[in-house]
């Protein structure tokens, strides 16, 4: 299954509040988790990535935490700013020469007010 | 470096009508991958090539096709437009040995 399931769908947070997203997957061959911003009008940006070694990662006001055991990973978006309205997208891809193709969650639209 | 860039940005066709959409990747990007987003099937990987070789293919009907040029530079093609493919259409580009794709802009398509 190549199938990567993203919960949920809206959230809206407070500002300074924290903002999570969840992503779930079933293809254990996947050994990248790319995490993208997209603003309307926009194309997807890269914001933060975690290989399965892992367990989390941190870059700025943004962490993934990553459970391999059970195949689920996380967003988390600390003192949410107005700036971070925005679709969020987890996606996952493995190995070898599959890099170039990213199976998306759904995504999940947050909007944080001021 | 100058990001990932798509042209057009907007596109009207008729139903059946056919159209090409171009993509040039970051300078020094070889491999070149193309996704349909609509809201309603989110995004989807169409197919991604490497050295101008398809290299990988997502579930699309044969309607979609594309080509990769020496410089990289990429061309997608969709013949005999149906209403259902009116999408945006994006495009990324990676590093050789690397995994972030970094993402154009992408060509709104609109079929009437």
């Known amino acids: 299954q190549q199938q990567v399931k993203q919960s949920p769908q809206s959230l809206i947070v407070q500002k300074g509040g924290i903002s999570i997203i969840n992503c779930a997957y079933e293809n254990t061959a996947f050994d990248y988790f790319p995490w993208y911003q997209q603003f309307p009008g926009k194309g997807p940006a890269l914001l933060i990535a975690i290989r399965p070694d892992v367990s989390e990662k941190k870059e700025g006001r943004f962490t993934i935490s990553f459970n391999k055991s059970a195949k689920q990973f996380s967003l988390h978006i600390m003192d949410s700013q107005p700036g971070d309205s925005a679709t969020y997208f987890c996606?996952?891809?493995?190995?070898?020469?599959?890099?170039?193709?990213?199976?998306f969650g759904q995504g999940t639209i947050l909007t944080v007010h001021p | 470096k100058a990001g990932v860039t798509q042209t057009p940005r907007y596109l009207i066709k008729t139903r059946g009508q056919q159209v090409t959409l171009s993509c040039s990747p970051i300078?020094?990007?070889?491999?070149v991958s193309w996704y349909q987003q609509t809201p309603g099937q989110g995004l989807q990987f169409l197919f991604e090539?490497?050295?101008?070789?398809?290299?990988n293919k997502g579930n699309f009907p044969g309607r979609f096709s594309g080509r990769q040029f020496s410089n990289s530079r990429s061309e997608m093609n969709v013949s005999t437009l149906e209403l259902g493919d009116s999408a945006l259409y994006l495009c990324?580009?990676?590093?050789?040995?690397?995994?972030?794709?970094?993402f154009g802009p992408g060509t709104r398509l609109t079929v009437t």
């Open positions: 996606a996952a891809t493995f190995g070898g020469t599959s890099y170039g193709k990213l199976t």
């Open positions: 990324a580009s990676t590093l050789q040995g690397e995994h972030e794709q970094y």
């Open positions: 090539y490497f050295s101008e070789t398809q290299r």
């Open positions: 300078s020094g990007h070889r491999s």
